[in-house]
């Protein structure tokens, strides 16, 4: 038996992380700033999302929305009524949205241009794992907590908390009935993620969301050259 | 995931005709979301009437690193539960190590190529 030893150095992902490079360029390129939003199942990134793009509409931006789940379009049609374009992805079992799904969608759908938008937001499936390793090119990765989830949460998945670059806490109109403790959950974010910025909101009362309507477009004039 | 790491070394032996993988390394940083245990499970699976069949899939996970600006060193952390350096308790948030998800090397048995 003759053995030898190959060294690879390979990434794993790197297909992925080549596909999400390309992406990264084009929404420079169209001027567009591109938010991954990532949480477990039943957070309410939906509903937020829903005000996010109602929200932005008022103020006169152009704004799409791919939403990514397993199976159904229910997202994409509830997503509809804020009168923007939404486009489902279904991955049929697989638990994360990837580089090429995002770019096989964005080519295929007619009518929307990366290059006359000013906002896209990617709904990824409900998932605090894995998507954490899928980089699609956004600019942004926000992490969605709501209140209902313990205050634990960013201890439990922390590879993801520790990726994020802005985090937000929903349902923050249930916070009374469920105890939260919103000092130690403001502390664990910051132990996992120190420094993120956190916006504390509620999509029912519409608590928060003008001060993270704000952030989005500071965000996008900052990056705008 | 394990797909590509099959197909990525089946890649790698074209300069090795014959040649059968006896075990493939990978680095995976604290970071990487992965879990050693399940990524074994599904290798043996997926190696399955290929190249790498037989052979031992080993994880070696790497710690986070971070660069601690207020003690200007990098400095090990011992689990991902709290970024703050070591040495002086400040929040770290420049991770230099940890979120690798890579092959490193592969061992294979060449002795087919000859025979």
């Keep these: ?225 | 995931m394990i797909t590509s790491v099959v197909e990525t070394v089946t890649e790698s032996l074209a300069p090795y005709p014959g040649a059968k993988v006896l075990e493939v390394r990978l680095k995976v940083g604290a970071l990487a979301s992965v879990i050693p245990e399940s990524l074994e499970f599904c290798y043996g699976i997926v190696a399955e009437g290929t190249p790498l069949e037989g052979s031992r899939l080993v994880v070696n996970v790497l710690p986070v690193v971070v660069h601690c600006a207020h003690c200007d060193q990098d400095a090990e952390l011992e689990g991902i539960q709290s970024f703050r350096c070591p040495q002086c308790g400040e929040p770290c948030n420049d991770v230099r190590q940890g979120r690798e998800l890579e092959i490193d090397s592969i061992e294979i048995d060449e002795a087919k190529e000859r025979a």
């Design chain 1, 1 to 225: 038996m003759t053995t030898r030893i190959v060294e690879l150095r390979r990434g794993i992902l790197k297909k992925n992380d080549e596909l999400a490079a390309g992406l990264r360029a084009n929404y420079a390129k169209a001027g567009v700033l591109v938010l991954n939003l990532v949480s477990s199942p039943g957070t309410g990134k939906t509903a937020f999302l829903e005000q996010t793009l109602k929200g932005l509409k008022a103020k006169g931006a152009r704004v799409a929305a791919l939403v990514g789940d397993l199976e159904t379009d229910n997202d994409a049609r509830r997503l509809a009524s804020s009168g923007v374009p939404v486009r489902q992805i279904n991955t049929h079992g697989t638990c994360h949205l990837d580089a090429e799904m995002i770019g096989k969608h964005l080519d295929e759908w007619a009518g929307v241009a990366l290059d006359q938008l000013d906002f896209l937001f990617i709904e990824n499936v409900g998932n605090l794992v894995c998507p954490s390793s899928y980089d699609l090119g956004e600019a942004i990765r926000v992490v969605l907590l709501s209140v209902t989830e313990g205050e634990d949460k960013p201890l439990k998945y922390p590879t993801m908390f520790n990726s994020a670059d802005a985090a937000v806490i929903t349902k923050t109109d249930l916070a009374g009935p469920c105890d939260f403790n919103r000092g130690l959950a403001l502390k664990n974010i910051n132990e996992i993620r120190p420094g993120i910025r956190i916006f504390e909101t509620s999509a029912k009362t519409g608590v928060g969301i003008d001060e993270w309507l704000g952030y989005l477009e500071t965000e996008r004039a900052n990056r705008d050259h």
